[in-house]
């Protein structure tokens, strides 16, 4: 794969949750690329194992483990896993989330028809069911908090490592429409900053990457019409992004390698590093 630098990784162990989807592969790819080797951790052995299969055909090493992140026990066996396989982890992206229907208004604004009782259709502030913004505030807290605990003991007992999370451009910006992803992220990106700080002691950095908007096969059908299009949501997007574009997969590896590299980021620990086209710095006009 092309890189726009190298780092150099080898000797290094890495895990990368969420590993078989569009962002977290490409950052599994890239880590390998430098000569770490990768496990793949997903909820879907066949993703995981697909995209391990990939990295070997690249001239690679990495192996694709099934995990479930709101899981510990499923956690610990992985680790186990990966011990036996490579040894103990140095590095770990924790890439596992997304977003639930169930924790998703249907309107963007309050209206008084909407405070005045349910409207058929319609999902309102007032309609959000509480075991779906759990799900979601789960995933991705949670799903960060529990592999964080398993794979950075070894990390804590060596001396060494470090943890990329993997916050969104929701954490600065909430967007209408998502509030249990919106602040779920945002407990990302402070949990990132608590983490930092606490893990400093014994040696290891804790960053992470807010991602602006990247089509994914999670947020597709909601920015893009079946015929390639823009829905009014990705045009509105587009719209307040100064750079006019969706974020491609390989816009994430600078800041990816930057972090991950003991000499590059020695010094750099507690940050959430956008990777945004601006979007965080645009008011709007």
Not at 5 to 24: N, Q, R, S, Y
Not at 38 to 43: C, H, S
Not at 74 to 99: H, M, T, Y
Request: glycine share 12%; aromatic share 8%; net charge neutral.
């Amino acid at each position: 794969m092309s890189l726009p630098f190298k780092v150099d990784l080898k000797g290094k162990v890495a895990v990368v949750t969420g590993g078989g989807g569009i962002l977290c592969g490409k950052m599994a790819e890239a880590i390998a690329a430098c000569g770490a080797k990768v496990a793949v951790l997903d909820l879907r052995l066949e993703a995981a194992e697909k995209l391990a299969g990939s990295i070997k055909a690249q001239g690679g090493t990495a192996i694709g483990v099934a995990a479930n992140v709101l899981e510990k026990e499923s956690l610990v066996k992985a680790e186990e896993q990966v011990r036996a396989a490579f040894g103990p982890c140095d590095i770990l992206v924790n890439g596992a989330g997304g977003n639930h229907p169930k924790g998703t208004t249907s309107v963007e604004f309050m209206s008084k028809e909407h405070a005045a009782g349910p409207v058929e259709g319609v999902t309102s502030f007032f309609d959000l069911d509480p075991k779906g913004v759990e799900f979601v505030f789960n995933l991705n807290f949670l799903g960060t908090l529990l592999p964080t605990q398993v794979f950075s003991r070894s990390m804590a007992e060596r001396g060494k490592g470090t943890i990329i999370n993997i916050s969104s451009m929701n954490a600065f910006c909430p967007l209408t429409k998502i509030p249990a992803y919106s602040g779920a992220k945002a407990a990302v990106s402070n949990f990132t900053q608590w983490l930092a700080v606490h893990m400093s002691k014994v040696g290891i950095r804790v960053n992470a990457i807010a991602p602006g908007f990247f089509l994914t096969d999670q947020n597709r059908a909601l920015l893009t019409n079946p015929d390639g299009s823009l829905t009014a949501r990705g045009q509105k997007i587009l719209n307040n992004t100064p750079m006019g574009r969706f974020g491609d997969p390989e816009d994430l590896l600078g800041a990816l390698l930057w972090l991950v590299d003991e000499k590059a980021a020695a010094f750099v620990s507690g940050v959430v590093v956008p990777v945004d086209g601006a979007f965080s710095a645009y008011s709007g006009v």
